[in-house]
Structure formats: structure tokens, C-alpha cells
């Protein structure tokens, strides 16, 4: 079983690596451009197994993508290269269009193109976010897989036409694909340009902790590795084409989420003052969506599958986990 993983070096794209070569009889080849937000540390010592590859790569290069497809003749592709940032999705739109549109485009096509040569189980597992929903209201019910694309920042909005992208090669080629939407993702190796380890590095250094608006803001967390099982579990669909969100049912407020996170770090690393006092509440963001969060009774029904992470004992495993290697997320965070 041949697999392809674009962005392979992000943190959702890292973990989904790690979780792979756990199984056996696996070639698995990843492509990553190398970006600010790469993180070759997340797979230190994987180089070394002789069913792992990685070859640097720029989905935004059309014969490169076609090169790497026609020979590797991938079973799987799994497509996470994507810029993710909000914020500066909002400063600068354009590398979002180029990457997240342009870019699975071209993914795309090589399939298109290289069809005929691929494996007969091929499957297009494209990842996606649940942003392409827009925002909800504190008392609406969790957006479905059926749900109105409703996308509010340019970030969104790239991601939400990769997903129609991916449906429309689906009908017209004949690409089976599955196209899923997750919600907010935590854990180890994110980049400290997120809201949980940005936090984390910000009280450890005894910075200012900025907080968006009044901090009201709702997300549901689920843990990375949690999704990366996901994400395998999905692949194995016998469907020509499904939507499925994946979420972890585990809604919290900003400001409850950082209060967590001081609250943790006041018990275990106590300073003169406590870290709460850290928080500054600044001008909200644009366009801020208000609340995020998915039903994944889909997935949860047709693989029996549940996260195993809950979200208090994640989010302590994972401030752990940066106190560990906080001068590896100060490196990052200076890049």
C-alpha cells in the first residue's frame, strides 16, 4: 500500500505520519515545501525507516506534483498542504488562493492525468476544515455534513472552493475522494502562531497573552492524534465520493480555554504572580467567526469511531509537552 501525504511537515500532516508507520506494510511518501510552519523535528529519526520518503516539494508546481504521482503511483493520497493562519489569510490573501486553490488543483489534474496508471482502490482523502461553514450562533444546532458553505475569511473561503474543487473532479473524472472537515485541532508540534501554544510560550516567558475581542469565541478541540486516526479510518471507505466532520464534541470559550491553561501552569510552575495576570484583551479580529463546532455522528456511525483524548486531560498533556521543548517552540515563534 502505496501513500501520499502533501504537507507531510505541518503539525496536522506530522502527526498523520507518525500514526501511519504504526502499520504495517506501508510505503509512505511525503511532500512538503518546507515552509515557515514545517517542522522536520516532528519526524526526527522517521528518515531512517526504509518505507518513509520525503521529497520537497511545492504543490503550487504543476510538474513536480505530476512527477512525484506518476511515480509513486500512490494507493492513497492524503492532501493537507494548506495555509491555515487566519490572520494572515487576512493580510495577505493571496498565497491562501495560490496554495490552498491553485495548489490542490494541480494535485488534482496529476490525478486526472496519471488515472489510468493508478491503483484501482485509489482514493483521494482531501482535509479540509470546518471554517467552510461560517459561524454559529451560540444556540444553533452543529453544522452536518450537508451544511451551507458559508465561508468568512479568505482562509475559509480558499479551503471552501478546494473542497468544491475536489467534489467537481469527483463527478466529472471519476476521482474517488473523500473530503473531510475537522474542527479545531490541538497538540504537540503546532506552531506557537495558535492560539493553545502561543498561550503556553507567552506565560513561560511572561508575556503579554493577547486575548481576541471579549474572548467569547467558541471552538471545539480535537486532539491531533485523534484526528489523524480519523483521517485513517475514513480512508478505507468503499464510497465513490463522502463528506464526513470529524470533531470531538468539546466546545470551549477562548478566555475558558487560556484561564485553563494559567490555571494548569499556576499549579505547576507558580512565578510571583499568577500567569492570569497575563492576559490582555485586545482589538478583535475581522471577520471573527463566533462559534465553530461539528456533529461527527457520521464518522462515529459508520466506523464505530471515537476520539480518545478528553479535552482537560489533552490540553495538560500537551502544555507538558511544550514546557518540554519550550526552546524549540521560542525558535519557531522568532521564524
Known amino acids: 500500500m502505496r501513500i501520499l501525504i502533501t504537507g507531510g511537515l505541518g503539525f496536522i500532516g506530522s502527526a498523520l505520519i507518525r500514526e501511519l508507520l504504526n502499520h504495517a506494510n506501508l510505503e509512505i511518501m511525503n511532500i512538503d515545501k518546507c515552509s515557515y510552519a514545517s517542522m522536520p523535528e516532528a519526524l526526527e529519526g522517521k528518515e531512517n525507516q526504509e518505507n518513509y520518503k520525503f521529497e520537497k516539494i511545492d504543490i503550487t508546481n504543476s510538474h513536480d506534483v505530476n512527477k512525484i504521482i506518476s511515480t509513486f503511483k500512490p494507493n492513497k493520497i492524503f492532501h493537507l498542504a494548506a ?9 495577505g490573501p493571496e498565497d491562501f488562493l495560490q496554495t490552498n486553490i491553485m495548489g490542490t488543483f494541480n494535485i488534482l489534474e496529476a490525478v486526472r492525468n496519471n488515472l489510468s496508471n493508478l491503483p484501482a482502490d485509489f482514493i483521494f482523502i482531501h482535509v479540509s476544515t470546518d471554517e467552510v461553514y461560517g459561524s454559529l450562533q451560540m444556540d444553533e444546532p452543529l453544522f452536518v455534513e450537508s451544511s451551507e458553505y458559508k465561508p468568512n475569511s479568505p482562509y475559509s473561503a480558499s479551503k471552501a472552493s478546494s473542497d468544491l474543487l475536489v467534489r467537481a473532479w469527483n463527478k466529472t473524472y471519476g476521482i474517488r475522494s473523500v473530503i473531510t472537515n475537522c474542527s479545531n485541532n490541538y497538540g ?134 511544550y514546557i518540554d521543548n519550550l526552546e524549540w517552540v521560542k525558535s519557531k515563534a522568532t521564524n
Open 83 to 91: 495555509e491555515s493562519h487566519v490572520d494572515r489569510s487576512i493580510d
Open 188 to 321: 504537540p508540534w503546532q506552531n506557537p502562531e495558535k492560539l493553545i501554544p502561543k498561550t503556553i510560550m507567552n506565560a513561560l516567558t511572561e508575556n503579554h497573552i493577547p486575548i481576541y475581542g471579549k474572548g467569547i469565541n467558541i471552538r471545539d478541540w480535537l486532539h491531533v492524534t485523534d484526528h489523524a486516526n480519523a483521517l485513517i479510518e475514513v480512508s478505507k471507505t468503499t464510497q465513490n465520493f463522502i463528506k464526513y466532520n470529524i470533531g470531538a464534541n468539546q466546545e470551549m470559550t477562548n478566555i475558558d480555554l487560556v484561564k485553563l491553561i494559567c490555571n494548569y501552569l499556576d499549579e505547576k510552575m507558580p512565578g510571583s504572580s499568577s500567569y492570569l495576570d497575563l492576559i490582555t484583551y485586545v482589538e478583535d479580529r475581522l471577520g471573527h467567526d463566533l462559534r465553530y463546532a461539528v456533529n461527527a455522528s457520521k464518522l462515529a456511525f459508520d466506523f464505530n469511531y471515537q476520539p480518545n483524548f478528553l479535552l482537560t486531560e489533552g490540553i495538560i498533556n500537551t502544555i507538558d509537552w
